[in-house]
């Protein structure tokens, strides 16, 4: 999946038909994808815009830190984890937004060199009382590295529409 | 206060003086400060590097969808507010990083032409007791929009070197 270019044409999301509606979450399905390089640039790029903290801009201040070593701002790594969201299926769903996100825990250092993926179980599901035609997911997302320890873990909801009657939908693989 | 410069002359954490520590950070202070303006241009840039969903990018998709109007990824407000909180306290403080945020909120979409700004309030603080020297502080942040509107809240654990007999402190204006 690519992202989508700047000039798509716009297809107003309720006309358009998705790969994914809500009720193609399937409460306790896990499912893996991702495969996210992090480059010096990026980390150094990210941390010059919005998290200018030593040791996430300069090698020795990094070494003298708790982090050992340069580090990804932990905003980046939400980012990037954001990013392979996207790419593997929210971009193919009928997604509307996300209220928020609770536990998130920045669990190791995310370096230069480290290769990221995540691990997704979907928790809960139910339809929105208050908007007909909308359905909520909770979900676990594990980021792992690439010797599988996991550097960020968090949990939050997503909003989706749920499938039309005409709509054939596509259950996630889990 | 300035971003740090690429080639600024590194000091090991351990022998610098900064002007907030541990003990600065007192318990029911609130502050604020920040004047984040958002741009199209900003929001559009995050979105393609990073959740380059349909109502990020687009503005007749964003009509089409709950936010109603274009605007910014959920993520890039918590990369801006993670700015303002380096540029108002964080880059003079003996930051060591976060072990994680708890009950983030995305209250309100977040467009091009706000302005965003910050309200901390100083929650708890105590001494971490597996690290001699550090100390912990739980805060609440809220971001407001130029209309005074809350667009995020959330909470989260900061670590923070505690003061150097020898060095003077200074107390976090709340």
């Known amino acids: 999946m690519t992202s989508a270019p700047d000039n798509a044409p716009a297809t107003p999301a309720a006309e358009r038909r998705f790969k994914h509606y809500w009720e193609d979450f399937q409460v306790g399905s896990v499912r893996e994808f991702g495969q996210m390089p992090v480059s010096r640039e990026a980390v150094l790029d990210f941390a010059r815009q919005f998290d200018p903290q030593p040791f996430h801009l300069d090698d020795t201040a990094a070494e003298a830190s708790l982090f050992g070593q340069l580090s990804a701002s932990g905003w980046h790594t939400c980012a990037m984890t954001m990013r392979m969201m996207c ?21 190791k ?4 060199g480290d290769i990221l993926s995540v691990r997704l179980t979907v928790l809960e599901a139910r ?8 359905g909520l997911v909770r979900s676990r997302w594990e980021v792992l590295n690439q010797h599988r320890a996991p550097v960020l873990t968090m949990e939050g ?3 989706f529409r749920r499938r039309p009657d005409a709509a054939p939908g596509a259950r996630i693989p889990g």
Chains 1, 2 share one sequence.
């Not at 593997?88 to 825990?105: K, V």
């Open 87 to 107: 790419d593997d299926y929210l971009l193919d769903a009928a997604s509307l937004g996300s209220p928020g996100i609770d536990q998130l825990r920045w669990l």
């Open 109 to 112: 250092p995310v370096c230069p």
């Open 127 to 134: 339809p929105m009382n208050s908007r007909p035609g909308v």
């Open 157 to 159: 909801w997503g909003m």
